[in-house]
T-cell receptor, first 113, second 113 residues
Framework: GDSVTQMEGPVTLSEEAFLTINCTYT??????LFWYVQYPGEGLQLLLK?????DKGSNKGFEATYRKETTSFHLEKGSVQVSDSAVYFC????????????FGTGTRLKVLA | KAGVTQTPRYLIKTRGQQVTLSCSPI?????VSWYQQTPGQGLQFLFE???????NKGNFPGRFSGRQFSNSRSEMNVSTLELGDSALYLC????????????FGPGTRLTVT
């Protein structure tokens, strides 16, 4: 079945450092890909999405490109802030036409001032 | 627009009891999905409803059930609670169009003692 693999955390960075969180997927067909962020005690917030190969999703300085050839959707940000500290989830929406998401295990990011 | 709301936010139940959780989607959204989040298993898909019909179901025992009403509000029920059912239960809504993102509520934290 479909699956999503994320890099293990936690990731600890200093403020203004460059961030990369790796995400690879296995899927039949052409799924849509998403990054969600979860702050302590809250639900998931959609960060960005890409619905077809070579699409680049971007939001709040975060970017990710849908790479079909490497089945990857890595999250990047050029300069992280303390407020970016959270857990980040990579997810895919099955190509079957329903809203069943497959999530990665999540990567905890801690940014130090 | 108001976001996805879930009630109650916190719940403590005893093993063997049953529980009902409620989710009100974003106005106009017709698809509602439910997920279970635990530290050990991560985020797992429970089921999805669209226009009062269950469209997809995850790999959970029959103790987990749900329904959707004509106003798109949804409930999920867990009968004969087990300690392992302790989790954050997240509801997500979507407009129902293909490849559109889901918006998550804050979740209901269920503790089974």
């Amino acid at each position: 079945g479909d699956s999503v693999t994320q890099m293990e955390g936690p990731v600890t960075l200093s403020e203004e450092a460059f961030l990369t969180i790796n995400c690879t997927y296995t899927a039949t067909g052409y799924p849509s890909l998403f990054w969600y962020v979860q702050y302590p005690g809250e639900g998931l917030q959609l960060l960005l999405k890409a619905t077809k190969a070579d699409d680049k999703g971007s939001n709040k300085g975060f970017e990710a490109t849908y790479r079909k050839e490497t089945t990857s959707f890595h999250l990047e940000k050029g300069s992280v802030q303390v407020s970016d500290s959270a857990v980040y989830f990579c997810a895919l929406s099955e190509a079957s036409g329903t809203y069943k998401y497959i999530f990665g295990t999540g990567t905890r990011l801690k940014v130090l001032a | 627009k108001a976001g996805v709301t879930q009630t109650p936010r916190y719940l403590i139940k005893t093993r063997g009891q049953q529980v009902t959780l409620s989710c009100s989607p974003i106005s106009g959204h017709r698809s509602v999905s439910w997920y279970q989040q635990t530290p050990g298993q991560g985020l797992q898909f429970l089921f999805e409803y669209f226009s009062e019909t269950q469209r997809n179901k995850g790999n959970f025992p029959g103790r987990f059930s749900g329904r959707q009403f004509s106003n798109s509000r949804s409930e999920m029920n867990v009968s004969t609670l087990e300690l392992g059912d302790s989790a954050l239960y997240l509801c997500a809504s979507s407009s129902g169009q293909l490849k559109y993102e889901q918006y998550f509520g804050p979740g209901t934290r269920l503790t089974v003692t």
